[in-house]
Nanobody
């Protein structure tokens, strides 16, 4: 069972950047697809980005495409989410999630993921 720990959240001004990290305990992390999700205050958790276990494929929500980049290092068992041009509406608790299951495309549904981290808060001030 993989354990996920997010880090890198914080307070940043609009237009700024942050890099979130998701560290996994599992040595076979390279066999998991990984996604980033976020949950703004009072709203449902939503998809942000996902990356295939190989690192070769990635998918993004339309709201972050062109501003966020997901990447992974399977040697270090980490997945990164680089966020640029942050907006106040990006403020949320960000979660990483992982699944060992194989899908036709990198999954964007919450229900596709089996393991979740505790989340890290990102606050973007205007």
């Amino acid at each position: 069972q993989v354990q996920l720990v997010e880090s890198g959240g914080g307070l940043v001004q609009a237009g700024g950047s942050l890099r979130l990290s998701c560290a996994a305990s599992e040595r076979t992390f390279s066999t998991y697809d990984v996604g980033w999700f976020r949950q703004p205050p009072g709203k449902e958790r939503e998809f942000v980005a996902a990356i295939h276990r190989s690192g070769a494929l990635a998918d993004y929500a339309s709201s972050v495409k062109g501003r966020f980049t997901i990447s992974r290092d399977n040697v270090k068992n980490t997945v990164l989410l680089q966020m640029h041009s942050l907006k106040p509406e990006d403020s949320a608790v960000y979660y990483c999630a992982a699944t060992p299951n194989t899908y036709a495309v990198t999954p964007s549904l919450l229900s596709a993921y089996d393991y979740w981290g505790q989340g890290t808060q990102v606050t973007v001030s205007s």
